[in-house]
């Protein structure tokens, strides 16, 4: 499969929000929600450790349309259908074209924080990476002290697949252990 072949559509809809590619003008926005958030962030993101500039959110979103049109990460803006509010972020990413799989990441913005958007995008994000993309198997993974990633990936039906213990080092520079969640295509039988 050539990744760069495929038609994938820049945005998708769930019940309550808009999932959009970032795109360029998205920066101011999305800056005000990471300053907003920062103390939500900074515990868990090792890109929330310095405060980000507009310029710099901006370029992310440039970057990131770049990554959609190159097919190597599918980064999106979770917009409140309702009136268009910036609720969070999310991104299919770590993609294996091979299998075909990714992982899935997000965040969220504190001001909407508890009220089922994330569970909702990755929800959604799923069933568009297993009806559009055809991937055969989402990976979720957070450390091991993030309860709420992990409850998110619990709701969205994940499942525990393993835990790395001490595999990498958390925002302060300790060892950390992270959970693996993963989620299989209903359209694909595992293999035995």
Excluded at 15 to 29: C, I
Excluded at 62 to 77: D, L, P, V
Excluded at 117 to 143: H, P, Q, S, W
Excluded at 155 to 164: H, K, M, N, P, V
């Amino acid at each position: 499969m050539d990744p760069l072949l495929l038609d994938i559509p820049d945005a998708f809809e769930t019940e309550r929000l808009l999932l959009r590619t970032p795109r360029a003008g998205d920066g101011p926005v999305m800056n005000a929600a990471i300053a907003a958030s920062h103390s939500l962030l900074q515990p868990w993101m090792d890109w929330a450790q310095t405060t980000q500039t507009a310029q710099e959110s901006e370029r992310y979103c440039r970057m990131m349309y770049s990554h959609y049109i190159g097919r190597t990460q599918f980064a999106y803006n979770l917009l409140r259908k309702s009136d268009g509010a910036f609720v969070g972020h999310s991104s299919l990413h770590t993609l294996d074209w091979t299998v075909p799989a990714g992982e899935i990441g997000y965040w969220v913005h504190a001001d909407h924080q508890g009220q089922g958007y994330i569970t909702e995008a990755v929800i959604g994000i799923c069933k568009f990476a297993f009806e559009v993309m055809d991937m055969a198997r989402v990976e979720l993974r957070c450390n091991v002290r993030n309860t709420a990633s992990a409850a998110v990936a619990r709701r969205a039906g994940f499942a525990l697949c393993g835990t790395l213990h001490n595999n990498a080092l958390d925002v302060y520079g300790s060892l950390r252990s992270t959970h693996v969640f993963e989620k299989l295509s209903p359209h694909i039988p595992a293999s035995g």
